[in-house]
DNA sequence: GCTGATTGTCTTTTT
DNA sequence: GACAATCAGC
């Protein structure tokens, strides 16, 4: 399996608790993956008795498929997830303990702001005095800390201020309670307090898990860290992996002090990962310089065996432009030099910079990706379709009232427009509150509206209940797709040219197509609740781009080259941590520097630049981080007389290449000759269909009525000629 | 009463 | 440059 001795040591130590501080580069998701591996194949360890969190959703992705790629005639019995996801399993099976349906809702953070939106226009409060988003910290902070409403408003008895916001907070539970609803940070609570509350069940996810892995150990914060400990019972033995100087989350609650004191807590055995696979020499030494700064830590000096690729590059534009332009050059140089864009990742501070660069790299040509910002299932449009998929929803037997509905009714009843404003939607929710219903059932009332908002919602209501008849009948992408074009909301997006937005719709309902064909007996519940977790889609297209993201965004992955832009005072590192947290916030920026430095395996590009700043109010300067490289890892392009600036070359060639072969791909071979008009064919999931039209490599074809007619690949694995 | 245009405010990081 | 509150018109 070609592991180092420490490597090896951590993968077989399986006996005991262990941590692992793992350098970056130092191949730690090696080391875990090989390790479930190992625990199946030699030890014979039950897959379903492992369990694996990761921080995020993509990071469990990527380790299922390593996991499935050791272990291929294993489908994927490892549990492995995000501790959110888990959570939220466990309550799905055992949150009837705490008086809530199994079918809770799961709030994002959209949602939660529509509910401080009612508590501020109820309770009179000016949005510019208490922004969601700090209320929201504000709620979040209390919340995972144990601290109630009442105590919170207790605390606050002689700050105004502060009782303002505990009263906020008061509302927003009483509400989430109300709808049934769980937010974020609800689902641990909620999981902690089932496990701390009822031995039995306790005792039942106990047994569960032999083997529990933990990845970002560092990251952890104590709430997470005693759902951890709960699960683990006697004869469980619990696998930390982590780097301390990888910390960069302590602001949502994170403690390094869990992963420091873990070997005391658990009498763990200690396994130190120190040699880098990943970067050069001068990146490593260059990031080693840099956090040796930080007082607050523990020596641990990375060191590699790799072949060095040169200097760091540093580019200090002298005005604003320069800097975006001086990137997508040299991204159009390194392409022309054979280096895949998907290769090369440019990595920043705050989601806002992407914009700047986002305008150079279209003018070079240069295709993109740009992760966080707003994520996929965060969309506008998104949201209003599956708040209209949501309305369809059976009634539930545990929950009389579903009260959720009110936020799905509240976003879609006037999307598209129906004449349904402020005035109405009072109306309609005086009605619910003295009636004790939901606003959707109160809808069904007459009496409440008059005129044309009367037609309107009887009309809206009635396609509504229509659809809701539709629900076994048809298959998921159908309904939806047939949904949104009856109520006009497809219409109400091609009268705006909201092209974009289109696609996006297409993209969904592609996507609930391909969860119905992976799931041919799934119900609209299990697909609600499945993707109640994931902001981002799975990306299917692996287009060659070049990849933009936050570095927090980057934590984990790896790179040939690595931008890391605008390196400025006060936007790196944020004047704001730095005030809000003094020499801890500074430290906590430079692990961040740390981070972004050693995703880069080749070569690492840094750049600043000059000019006026809004957040420092004054001139713009360098980085205190690049001061804190030492020269000789350094190449300043400023500071040479002819710095030789790549020139902006357009690469038309590349684009189209790019789509050619895109396009191309579908055109492989298979048994039993090509699929035409006029042939029977088998699909794994949909049945017997008859071909009605071959476009290329597309078959129309017509599949029984619950499935209706179909566009597939002529090539999909799933599809048999008969 | 509802809709669309306009002004003003604030932009750290994420499940 | 995004978003929400505000205002003037239909």
Not at 211 to 225: G, N, S
Not at 353 to 372: D, K, T
């Amino acid at each position: 399996m070609n592991l180092n001795a420490k490597q090896y040591e951590a993968m077989t130590t399986i006996d005991q608790h262990v941590r692992i501080i793992a350098g970056a580069g130092s191949g730690k998701t090696r080391v875990v993956t090989s390790r479930i591996a190992y625990l199946i194949e030699q030890c014979h360890v039950s897959p379903h008795h492992i369990l694996a969190i990761t921080f995020t959703n993509k990071a469990a992705r990527e380790m299922k498929e390593r996991v499935e790629k050791m272990l291929p005639h294993l489908d994927s019995s490892v549990k492995i997830s995000t501790i959110h996801s888990f959570c939220m399993r466990l309550l799905r099976e055992d949150i009837y303990v705490l008086g809530y349906p199994r079918n809770f809702t799961v709030l994002d953070s959209d949602d939660a702001r529509s509910v401080l939106k009612d508590a501020y226009k109820l309770m009179q409060i000016d949005v510019k005095a208490y922004s969601y988003a700090s209320m929201l910290a504000y709620i979040s902070g209390n919340k995972t800390a144990f601290v109630s409403p009442s105590t919170a408003l207790n605390m606050a008895k002689f700050d105004e201020k502060e009782q303002i916001r505990a009263k906020v907070y008061e509302y927003y539970q009483k509400r989430l309670k109300e709808m049934y609803a769980l937010d974020f940070d609800d689902l641990l609570i909620f999981a902690h307090d089932v496990l701390q509350q009822d031995e039995s069940i306790r005792f039942k996810w106990q047994r569960r898990f032999r083997y529990i892995h933990v990845d970002e150990f560092q990251d952890v914060d104590v709430l997470q860290y005693n759902i951890i400990k709960m699960l683990c019972g006697e004869h469980t033995c619990l696998c930390v992996v982590g780097d301390p100087d990888q910390t960069i989350y302590t602001w949502r609650g994170a403690d390094v002090s869990i992963i420091l004191r873990f070997d005391r807590d658990f009498q763990a055995k200690t396994v130190v990962l120190n040699e880098n696979y990943r970067s050069t020499p001068t990146i490593l030494n260059a990031a080693n310089a840099v956090i040796s700064n930080n007082r607050n830590r523990i020596e641990k000096e990375l060191y590699t065996s790799n072949p060095d690729e040169g200097k760091i590059v540093y580019y200090n534009a002298s005005d604003e432009q320069l800097q975006p332009t001086w990137v997508a050059a040299k991204v159009a140089a390194l392409h022309h030099d054979k280096v895949a864009y998907n290769q090369i990742a440019i990595l920043y501070r705050s989601n806002y910079l992407s914009r700047s660069l986002e305008h150079a790299l279209h003018e070079h040509r240069i295709p993109y990706r740009i992760y966080g910002g707003l994520r996929f299932y965060e969309r506008m449009e998104i949201k209003d379709a599956l708040s209209y998929l949501r309305l369809l929803l059976p009634k539930s037997d545990e929950d009389q009232h579903e009260k959720w509905k009110d936020l799905a009714i509240k976003r879609v009843i006037n999307t598209p427009k129906r004449g349904i404003g402020a005035k109405s939607m009072e109306k309609l929710e005086a009605f619910a509150q003295a009636n004790d219903m939901n606003m959707f059932d109160a809808l069904l009332h007459d009496g409440i509206f008059s005129g044309k908002a009367k037609s309107e919602v009887n009309r809206f209501s009635r396609i509504i209940q229509a659809y809701q008849q539709k629900v076994d009948q048809i298959a998921l992408d159908h309904l939806l797709e047939s949904l949104l074009e009856e109520v006009g909301y497809i219409a109400m997006l091609q009268a705006d040219k909201e092209i974009e937005r289109i696609e996006n719709i297409k993209e969904l309902i592609e996507d609930i197509a391909h969860y119905v064909e992976e799931h041919p007996d799934g119900t609209l519940e299990e697909y609600l609740q499945e993707i109640s977790l994931y902001t981002d889609r799975e990306e299917i297209d692996s287009a060659d781009c070049v990849q933009l993201m936050t570095i927090h965004a980057a934590k984990g992955l790896e790179f040939d080259h690595v931008f890391v832009y605008e390196l400025c005072d006060g936007v790196f590192p944020s004047k704001r941590s730095m005030e809000e947290s003094g020499k801890a916030g500074l430290e906590e920026e430079r692990r961040l520097a740390y981070v972004a430095f050693t995703r880069a395996r080749k070569k690492l590009y840094l750049s600043s630049s000059s000019g006026y700043s809004f957040v420092m109010d004054g001139a713009k300067l360098p980085s205190r981080f690049i001061r804190e490289i030492p020269q000789e890892y350094l190449q300043d392009l400023m500071k040479k007389p002819k710095p030789t600036m790549a020139r902006p070359t357009p690469t038309p060639r590349s684009q189209m290449t790019q789509q050619a072969t895109a396009s191309s791909e579908g055109t492989g071979r298979r048994s039993g000759g090509k699929i035409k008009k006029g042939d029977k064919v088998v699909h794994a999931s949909f049945g017997e269909g008859v071909v009605v039209r071959v476009d290329q490599n597309i078959a129309t074809i017509a599949f029984s009525a619950k499935y209706g007619i179909r566009k597939l690949m002529v090539n999909h694995p799933s599809l048999q000629k008969k």
